[in-house]
Nanobody, 115 residues
């Protein structure tokens, strides 16, 4: 059974930092492209960052230079370091595991940035 469990969300003031973690089980983690997506109320889910099996990264325009995605294949975990947070970063953040056929999603973790 595949599980993606996100953690690390919470309430933070603007300008602060958070680190999200996503622990995966039930998949050969190192083979998957891992990603973070977010969805704010009334908005579509959007890409935050992805990291391939070869550790190439890509970021959404709104987070470039502020967020960093990384992975630890030994721990089956992907991270999202979020710095210089803004109120507009407030959303539920979801982890995704993708090999191009059937992606898996986590349940999400809430990030709230107060002004």
């Amino acid at each position: 059974q595949v599980q993606l469990v996100e953690s690390g969300g919470g309430l933070v003031q603007a300008g602060g930092s958070l680190r999200l973690s996503c622990a995966a089980s039930g998949i050969r983690f190192s083979f998957y492209t891992m990603g973070w997506y977010r969805q704010a109320p009334g908005k579509q889910r959007e890409l935050v960052a992805v990291i391939t099996s070869g550790s190439s990264t890509n970021y959404g325009d709104s987070v470039k230079g502020r967020f960093t995605i990384s992975r630890d294949n030994a721990k089956n975990t992907v991270y999202l370091q979020m710095n210089s947070l803004k109120p507009e970063d407030t959303a539920v953040y979801y982890c995704k595991a993708d090999r191009g056929i059937l992606p898996y999603w986590g349940q999400g973790t809430q990030v709230t940035v107060s002004s």
